[in-house]
């Protein structure tokens, strides 16, 4: 039985907020949340990045999975580092936005089970 889970929360203050959108037309944004002395690369795809808008210095929680990553960096080092794809952010003045994972379609048109009337009866 295995117990990986690659989940991560954390909290702090928003900064260098952007709105991005990928060479294939995914929205996207990216920011960093300071937590004591770190900063934490974050990123969102899709509607949670269409429903999301943060200043700096906003206090914010996300929760996601950790990823690592790598790029070149100007000088043609090669450079790794983390960043976390976030499934939920709360900026923590509104309720959080998570994206649904699919819609339900509605039942077929005459598969619907009939309804009861309520009887005020326990639940």
């Known amino acids: 039985m295995s117990?990986?889970?690659?989940?991560?929360?954390?909290?702090?203050?928003?900064?260098?907020?952007?709105?991005i959108t990928t060479k294939t037309g995914t929205p996207m944004i990216k920011f960093s949340v300071r937590?004591?002395?770190?900063?934490?690369?974050?990123?969102a795809f899709n509607e949670l990045a269409d429903a999301t808008r943060?200043?700096?210095?906003?206090?914010?929680?996300?929760?996601?999975?950790?990823?690592?990553?790598?790029?070149q960096a100007k000088d043609g080092s090669q450079r790794y580092g983390f960043q976390?794809?976030?499934?939920?952010?709360?900026?923590?003045?509104?309720?959080?936005?998570?994206p649904a994972a699919k819609p339900t379609p509605p039942p077929a048109p005459g598969n619907r089970a009939p309804v009861q009337p309520y009887t005020g009866g326990p639940f």
């Open 35 to 43: 937590c004591n002395r770190e900063q934490i690369a974050v990123v």
């Open 54 to 71: 943060l200043n700096d210095v906003e206090e914010v929680t996300v929760s996601g999975a950790i990823q690592s990553t790598s790029w």
């Open 84 to 98: 976390i794809i976030a499934s939920k952010i709360n900026d923590n003045e509104q309720e959080p936005f998570t």
């Open 3 to 19: 117990y990986d889970k690659n989940e991560i929360h954390i909290s702090g203050k928003c900064e260098r907020f952007s709105v």
